[in-house]
C-alpha cells in the first residue's frame, strides 16, 4: 500500500483496527448522506433508477473526497495523540 491509502501506523500492530474503524465512520457518514437525498429527490415524477443515479452520482464524490479523508485524518490523529 502508498503511504496515502494506508490508514495504520508502525505503532498499531493491530492494522485491522484501524480499518474497522474507518469503515465505521463511513457508514456513519453514508447512512444519513443517503437518507437526506433520498428524501430530496422523494418528490421527482422520475423513475426509481433516475432517484438511485442522482443519489449515487451525489453520494460517491462526498464520501471519496469529504469522508474518507476526513476520518483518515482523524484516525491519524487519535494514533499520534495515543
Known amino acids: 500500500m502508498t503511504e496515502e491509502t494506508d490508514i495504520t501506523t508502525d ?9 474497522a474503524v474507518l469503515m465505521g465512520m463511513i457508514w456513519l457518514a453514508v447512512y444519513p448522506t443517503v437518507t437526506l437525498l433520498t428524501y430530496l429527490t422523494s418528490g421527482l415524477e422520475v423513475p426509481t433508477w433516475v432517484r438511485t443515479f442522482l ?3 451525489l453520494t460517491v ?3 471519496t473526497y469529504l469522508v474518507v479523508p476526513t476520518a483518515k485524518s482523524a484516525i491519524h490523529k487519535a494514533d499520534t495523540e495515543a
Do not use: E, F, G, V
Not at 505503532?11 to 480499518?19: E, F, G, I, L, W
Open 11 to 19: 505503532r498499531d500492530p493491530n492494522k485491522s483496527r484501524n480499518r
Open 55 to 57: 443519489t449515487t452520482i
Open 61 to 63: 464524490p462526498i464520501i
